[in-house]
């Protein structure tokens, strides 16, 4: 038995070398996904705001073509003014040019509004550009730096997983099965030590009788309150 138990402590710390390499394989994954995902953010806000922009400068020119339009209305009125001498006629005229100037003054109102609103986003839309610039270049010297490390990784990996496969297979199958069930719920540690009448993985007490089996490594056993495999060093 107690070859048994040392294969599985061996298993245990190729399984637990394992789970770290995983970790840091995901770890260093991450932070890429994570530059693609903060660049992903800032182009959709600058491809919203330059939508925006786009807009809001086309309508600006309309209503600045307008307000030209009025205006050489006005003008145009004002000549004809000057050449009329019948009153209602006069009248006519100036009542419409005042309403000329009317709408005028709204359309100029209107521009105003439209240019204040574009201020912040001119500046924004810099901003994003150079913040993206340089989240891509950040980007692709991590995509650089990481691929010799994520390659490094997985091979690692492969090796950990032959040595694990050949030394799983001197292990005998239902224990195998207990230990991979024990090892995945009980945070990477299946086979713990038993000392001093306690277990270590749990930190309780054993029962004296248990404490004296474990010792004679007779048979497995697995504590009474984490199920773990328990072993004798000694
Ligand atoms: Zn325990």
Request: proline share 2%; charged share 35%; aromatic share 2%.
């Amino acid at each position: 038995m107690r070859e048994e138990i040392a294969r599985l402590m061996s298993l245990q710390t190729i399984d637990r070398q394992l789970h770290e390499l995983g970790q840091s394989l995901s770890s260093v994954a991450g932070r890429v996904e994570q530059l693609r995902g903060e660049i992903e953010t800032s182009q959709a806000e600058l491809d919203r705001l330059t939508r925006e922009d786009q807009q809001t400068t086309a309508a600006r020119s309309q209503l600045e073509r307008e307000l030209a339009d009025g205006e050489a209305q006005i003008r145009n009125k004002r000549m004809r003014l000057n050449l009329v001498r019948n009153d209602k006629e006069l009248q006519a005229l100036g009542h419409e040019v005042e309403s000329l100037k009317e709408h005028n003054q709204r359309l100029e109102a209107e521009v105003l509004a439209s240019m204040q609103a574009a201020e912040p986003r001119a500046p924004r839309i810099k901003e994003l550009a150079e913040l993206i610039e340089g989240k891509r270049a950040e980007l692709k010297a991590a995509e650089k730096e990481i691929a010799a490390e994520v390659e490094e990784l997985k091979m690692s990996i492969q090796r950990q997983r032959v040595e694990r496969d050949r030394e799983a297979a001197s292990i005998d199958d239902a224990l195998l099965q207990r230990y991979e069930m024990i090892f995945s719920r009980r945070g990477g540690l299946a086979v713990a030590v038993a000392k001093s009448c306690t277990c270590q993985g749990c930190r309780m007490r054993l029962p004296p009788q248990l404490y004296n089996e474990i010792q004679k490594h007779l048979q497995i056993h697995f504590c009474p309150n984490c199920q773990r495999i328990l072993y004798y060093e000694g």
